[in-house]
């Protein structure tokens, strides 16, 4: 059986109220939309919160899932909308992060194998960032990340195809550098 088929399964378990399958897709999602969340924000504290209040959102509205092969995409575009919506209640000072809140990578080992890459990634447009992120370190489809953010998966290809332009680049420039 497929990964996709086993976590297609798990869904379906979900739905029907088994807690064990909801826990599995838990262990098995947490680490990779907490990195997101903080690619988003750059804020650990304001990540983790903006994944959790998604994972409330999913338990809850996890039983109207039509089609469970989507949960993949569901789950990082709740995180993604969480993200917005927390930042601008940051923004327009209805919420505010603790000055005392030590910012830091939720996986050090993560960030150090790819910091190069990352810190080039950065650089980017914020929604070209985003399906960068999604199409290759999550390994997302490009119809899944279209439905993550929201528009059509053209303009995710055309999304990807600059960000890698810029990239290669950004690239060319950091290897000239070194001459």
Known sequence: MSDRSQEELLVLKAQAGNRR?????????????VKFAYRLTN??????????????????TIKDFENP???????????RWRVIDNLKKIRSGHQSIDETVEVAA???????????????????PTEE???IYLFYLEELKVDEIATVMDVPAGTIKSRLNRARGRLRTLLEGEENGFD
């Open 21 to 33: 399958a909801f826990d599995t897709l838990y262990r098995s999602y947490q680490p990779s939309l």
């Open 43 to 60: 804020n650990l504290a304001v990540a983790e919160d903006a994944v959790q209040e998604a994972w409330v959102t999913i338990a809850r």
């Open 69 to 79: 092969s989507h949960f993949r995409a569901r789950i990082f575009k709740a995180v």
């Open 106 to 124: 939720p996986d050090q080992g993560f960030w150090a194998t790819q910091g190069q890459i990352i810190a080039l990634i950065s650089k980017l």
């Open 129 to 131: 960032q985003q399906a």
